[in-house]
């Protein structure tokens, strides 16, 4: 008898699967692991990368657009039949990337611009939090210096000063008395060192606890959270130095136990979720809330509504389960449908970086050693650049690569991290030899 086939015989068991052409905006390391663990996917199409690194042009192509470019990004994505596009960056979230391809009926993994508040602007999230009870630190946000520093004087120190836009990693200060307040508040809202981000401030109380990094798909109807990760983000061994955008990661970090990620869930990811439904902001992407583990229990810092860089790194390493699935199913609101796998164990991630990172350092120097990196060690390219003369890939930028091991335990991932970290030099390379290692 003959059957007349089903509507969604694609994906039936006898069926190949349809090639997803895959688009990721950006060129960090974060960029180059996303585009290694979709690469690994079955059902994987062409990898683009805009711009990409050296790391990215070997899983695919790439592509000479900024990540800021949204007009030139829409029409390469239209052009090449891009099924899904994963934005890295969070600038090119708060420009508005997800609206723009959305409106031409484009797939999309991230949140658009008015989700993506909630890490544009510090005070838009910190208002955000007061009103739906996500546990955070106490604060005032301020539009007038001189107010803001009349208020500073009678508060208690240590006292934290944030530019209430995004100011690369760079706009947060601890402040220890009412002069350092002062002066932070003098070059964030007068002289404008953070342009336009510092035209508001957020002040606020300071915690005490060990910082966490906690990442959960969000599609607007659910979340999945993902495994947590420790960040080590100033320069130098023994949390010495300046804050840089992080020198390493561990995954998991060793501080949530299974009461301390039951509160994590009720009462900052339920919290959120309920709160961006109440003010009906359409968030679809990676909530990723940097916490501080207090006395009192988990308080959120900030909110970042894209991947951690090198989070990241960290953790597509230890997702066994398909990733381009699951950032499918989150930009079609599916994820409650979706149960990944972790593997056991736990994952690092050593980043060499350029000497003299965060301040000013030089590029172009060649990498060697690559080449003898092998599984279950994978590094991950940031600043990197093939030598357009030949063969050789050359540093590009402060962070030049993300050396990332798995292993039984977080023990064995950092000694098979560091042994193949000690196989990879370049000049002046800069690295912290504590990632991970015990307090
Ligand atoms: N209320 C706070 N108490 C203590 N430390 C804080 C507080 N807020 C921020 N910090 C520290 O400053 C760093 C940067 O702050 P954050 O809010 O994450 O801003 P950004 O990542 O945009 O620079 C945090 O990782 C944390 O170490
Ligand atoms: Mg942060």
Same mark, same amino acid.
């Given at each position: 008898m003959n059957r007349a086939a089903p509507d969604?015989? =694609? $994906? %039936?068991?006898n069926s190949l699967p349809v090639p997803v052409n895959v688009l990721i905006v950006g060129s960090g390391g974060r960029e180059h692991a996303l585009a290694w663990k979709i690469a =690994?996917? %079955? =059902? /994987?199409g062409k990898i683009f990368c805009a711009p990409g690194n050296a790391g990215t042009s070997a899983l695919g192509e790439n592509v000479a +657009?900024? !990540? &800021?470019d949204i007009p030139a990004l829409l029409a390469f994505a239209k052009s090449r039949d891009i099924g899904l596009t994963v934005v890295g960056p969070d600038d090119s979230l708060a420009a508005g990337i997800a609206d723009a391809f959305e409106a031409d009926g484009l797939k999309i993994f991230g949140p658009n611009a008015s989700a993506a508040r909630l890490e544009s602007s510090k005070a838009f999230a910190k208002d955000f939090m007061r009103r739906h009870g996500i546990p955070t630190a106490d604060y005032q946000e301020f539009t007038d210096s001189a107010a803001a520093r009349e208020w500073c004087r009678a508060a208690k120190y240590p006292l934290v000063i944030k530019? &209430?836009? @995004? /100011? @690369?990693? *760079? $706009?947060v200060v601890i402040a220890e008395s009412p002069e350092a307040a002062a002066d932070a508040i003098r070059q964030c809202m007068d002289d404008r060192i953070f342009g336009d981000a510092g035209k508001k401030i957020v002040v606020e109380e300071f915690l005490h606890g060990e910082e966490c990094s906690i990442h959960a798909l969000v599609d607007g109807t659910s979340y999945l959270l993902l495994p947590d990760c420790r960040d080590h *983000?100033? !320069?130098? &061994?023994? &949390? @010495?130095g300046p804050n840089t955008g992080g020198m390493g990661t561990i995954c998991?970090?060793?501080? +949530?136990s299974a009461p301390l990620a039951a509160l994590v869930k009720s009462d900052i990811l339920d919290r959120f979720l309920a709160g961006i439904r109440a003010d009906g902001l359409a968030f679809r992407g990676m909530l990723f809330p940097g916490v501080m583990l207090t006395a009192d229990g988990p308080k959120v810092l900030e909110f970042n509504c894209r991947w951690g860089d090198p989070e990241t790194q960290s953790l597509v390493r230890r997702l066994d389960s398909d990733l381009l699935d699951l950032l499918e199913a989150c930009a079609d609101a599916r994820l409650a449908s979706l149960s990944p796998l972790w593997s056991d164990g736990a994952s690092a991630c050593v980043i060499l970086a350029s000497g003299g990172y965060p301040g000013t350092y030089e590029k172009g120097k060649p990498i060697s050693g690559l080449d003898r990196v092998s599984d279950p060690c994978v590094v991950f390219h940031a600043g990197t650049k093939s030598d357009p003369g030949g063969g050789a890939i050359l540093t590009n930028g402060g962070r030049v690569l993300g050396v990332t091991a798995t292993g039984s335990d977080l023990h064995e991932a950092r000694a098979r991290a560091y042994a193949a970290a000690d196989m990879i030099t370049f000049d002046g390379l800069q690295r912290r030899n504590d990632i991970g290692a015990a307090k």
């Open positions: 969604n015989a =694609r $994906g %039936t068991a =690994r996917s %079955t =059902r /994987a +657009i900024p !990540a &800021d530019a &209430d836009g @995004l /100011a @690369l990693g *760079k $706009g *983000k100033r !320069a130098f &061994d023994g &949390d @010495l998991p970090s060793g501080s +949530i």
